[in-house]
């Protein structure tokens, strides 16, 4: 059973597809551009991911392993080309230890024109007890970071950066959690993937 999405968290998306799919208006190159929104909850963090390749080789690589597939596997192996390259460059840790994926959702798309694919990612971890929340980026270059926790009350604010705030080129953003996530005990979750959003 999927877990409801965020009412903040689709306002947030509906802007990350706004900008997703607006095509830029310079120069005829482009670089890969992936947006990571979190939304930290008492119990869980739900993040949305956006992300478009670089035009060009990447792309054109892209579409070459989704050629080599029989057709009938065609969207099935895009989609999930462009959600593992959405996600591998972005960690989540607790304490030094990284979250695994309790849910995956994910939805493709094309730039008007058909230049590049694109898809947006929402994902779900469960966020344990303890002291430190570590988002990280591999690719800090084409990553653009936003985070926000207005009702849960698990991140110290007065200690965290700015939430509601985008954050380029950055390595790794550190929010300060409370010790305790409240009276009642997080259920832990199993994973659960799909390959579209609701």
Request: net charge positive; proline share 9%; with cysteine.
């Amino acid at each position: 059973m999927s877990l409801p999405i965020p009412a903040r968290l689709l306002v947030m998306a509906t802007g990350l597809a706004v900008w997703l799919t607006t095509p830029p208006a310079w120069g005829h190159d482009f670089p890969s551009m992936r947006t990571v929104v979190v939304q930290v909850e008492r119990c869980e963090l739900a993040v949305m991911v956006g992300f478009r390749p670089a035009t060009g080789e990447a792309t054109s690589a892209t579409f070459a392993r989704v050629a080599s597939q029989p057709k009938s596997k065609g969207l099935e192996t895009l989609r999930d080309v462009m959600t593992n390259t959405a996600l591998a460059p972005v960690a989540f840790l607790v304490d030094g230890k990284p979250l695994v994926p309790t849910s995956v959702h994910a939805k493709l798309g094309l730039e008007p024109g058909g230049a590049r694919p694109m898809v947006v990612v929402l994902v779900t971890y469960a966020l344990p007890a303890g002291n430190r929340l570590v988002i990280r980026s591999a690719d800090t270059k084409a990553t653009s970071f936003s985070w926000t926790d207005r009702a849960s009350h698990r991140i110290v604010l007065a200690d965290a950066p700015t939430q509601g705030h985008w954050y380029n080129g950055v390595a790794s953003m550190l929010l300060p959690l409370e010790t305790s996530p409240g009276d009642s005990p997080c259920a832990a979750s199993s994973l659960r993937s799909s390959r579209s959003l609701p």
